[in-house]
């Protein structure tokens, strides 16, 4: 109990920090980039967001390697502080209009840092919470990483849906968007690091170390890897849409006021926070395969609709509704995904593998959703744009979910 719950508060906690960036983009694009052309501005704001992502599959790489070699808590550790930094950098740094172009290369390296730390979190946070669990609820404990993860996001756009509820337009656009992460920085990564340096190492990994691995020569690590790129394809790309992406959407396609639109997407991700243990429980019954297909076609056919409706003056209520449905489908995916990644690794691979291909799949699809939604729209003239790359992800994902070999009670080795 002392590792999950050191686990999952410090994950949440970590990511909290990652996730307050992309709720600000708006006010970060003006404050770090040249005034000019307003979609030019958010272009720019959210590549800089994409750049997170990229830095993922090298913290990836490095924390994954780490995790396997040396223990999980170690990687665990590490991870922690680096986000701090990088967190602290995008609060502390002036604005363009004060030191010109190192404005925005700092923001650059404050967010790699970001994306460094947490590509290293997230294959060992699973791979700790998987191997803790008991043999029937690996499903049930792995999500609790997302769980973390939303509650994490949750309090991103919580706090700046507060923000821009008390704080005035004035107040929030001088220095009210710093106050995420100055608070990250500050106060978050110490308490994260606290609250994991009496964590033990898990006892599968340890029993790995003693003896040698059966599976690790029985799949190529890279098929496994390009399994789990396509599996999670629909996971990540509409996690990033509907959850993240649409604060920003709503208020110029949809006529719905940033502060509605902000609180609309906390309600989405209660939702899906709510969702993922119940998910994952289901998963540990009735195994990997149904739900992962069942979430994919379910990501074919209504992003659709739900845009049409988000597009036709929808009343609040439409839109909370549009939020939460999303909150609960992409927690399906986040219930059942982080037990069917690390049972498709050995325990020798499996930090490294869920890693980098979870990592890869986040950056590559996920992490540019919103650039790329943006420039869709830019070029096709159309606010449905967006569903056709949600869709395309779901096509692959739900290919690969057919061809599942379910491994829900299969032992580990």
């Known amino acids: 109990m002392r590792a999950v719950v050191a686990t999952v508060l410090g994950n949440a906690l970590e990511w909290f920090d990652f996730a307050a960036y992309a709720f600000l983009a708006a006010l970060i694009g003006r404050h770090f980039f040249p005034p000019g052309n307003e979609t030019v501005t958010l272009l720019s704001s959210?590549?800089?967001?994409?750049?997170?992502?990229v830095a993922r599959p090298l913290g990836a790489i490095v924390f994954?390697?780490?995790?396997?070699?040396?223990?999980r808590k170690l990687a665990l550790m590490i991870a922690m502080p680096l986000m701090g930094v990088g967190t602290l950098i995008v609060g502390l740094t002036p604005s363009y209009a004060t030191i010109g172009i190192v404005a925005p290369i700092l923001l650059v390296v404050g967010r790699v840092l970001q994306g460094f730390s947490a590509g290293g979190e997230l294959g060992n946070a699973v791979a700790f919470l998987f191997e803790w669990a008991p043999p029937r609820r690996r499903a049930l404990y792995s999500s609790l990483q997302q769980c973390s993860v939303v509650f994490g996001t949750l309090l991103g756009s919580g706090s700046a849906a507060l923000l821009s509820n008390t704080l005035s337009p004035a107040d929030l656009e001088a220095w009210g968007w710093r106050v995420p992460f100055l608070v990250g920085g500050l106060v978050i990564a110490p308490l994260g690091i606290?609250?994991?340096?009496?964590?033990e190492e898990s006892p599968v990994y340890e029993g790995a170390a003693l003896q040698s691995d059966a599976r690790t020569a029985a799949a190529s690590p890279w098929l496994l890897?390009?399994?789990?790129?396509?599996?999670?394809?629909?996971?990540?790309?509409?996690?990033?849409?509907?959850?993240?992406?649409?604060?920003?959407?709503?208020?110029?396609?949809?006529?719905?006021?940033?502060?509605?639109?902000?609180?609309?997407?906390?309600?989405?991700?209660?939702?899906?926070?709510?969702?993922?243990?119940?998910?994952?429980?289901?998963?540990?019954?009735?195994?990997?395969?149904?739900?992962?297909?069942?979430?994919?076609?379910?990501?074919i056919v209504t992003p659709y609709p739900a845009f049409m409706l988000l597009l036709s003056a929808p009343s609040l209520a439409q839109v909370f509704l549009v939020s939460i449905a999303a909150g609960v489908l992409v927690g399906m995916f986040a219930g059942v995904g982080p037990a069917a990644m690390s049972e498709l690794f050995?325990?020798?691979?499996?930090?490294?593998?869920?890693?980098?291909?979870?990592?890869?799949?986040?950056?590559i699809l996920g992490g540019f959703a919103p650039f790329l939604s943006t420039w869709l729209i830019g070029v096709t003239g159309s606010p449905l744009s967006p569903t056709l790359y949600v869709i395309?992800?779901?096509?692959?994902?739900?290919?690969?979910?057919?061809?599942?070999?379910?491994t829900a009670y299969t032992r580990l080795s």
């Open 46 to 53: 959210f590549a800089v967001f994409g750049v997170g992502f």
């Open 64 to 71: 994954g390697r780490l995790g396997d070699r040396h223990g």
């Open 194 to 199: 606290f609250l994991r340096r009496k964590v």
């Open 225 to 299: 890897g390009a399994k789990t790129i396509s599996l999670t394809g629909a996971w990540v790309v509409s996690y990033y849409v509907f959850l993240i992406y649409l604060p920003s959407f709503l208020p110029k396609h949809a006529h719905v006021s940033a502060a509605h639109a902000l609180w609309a997407s906390t309600a989405g991700l209660a939702a899906m926070m709510v969702s993922i243990p119940a998910w994952g429980l289901l998963s540990d019954l009735i195994g990997r395969r149904p739900l992962m297909l069942i979430a994919s076609v379910l990501c």
């Open 346 to 363: 050995p325990t020798s691979q499996r930090t490294t593998g869920v890693s980098i291909s979870f990592g890869l799949a986040t950056a």
């Open 392 to 406: 395309a992800a779901a096509l692959v994902s739900t290919a690969t979910a057919v061809k599942l070999r379910e």
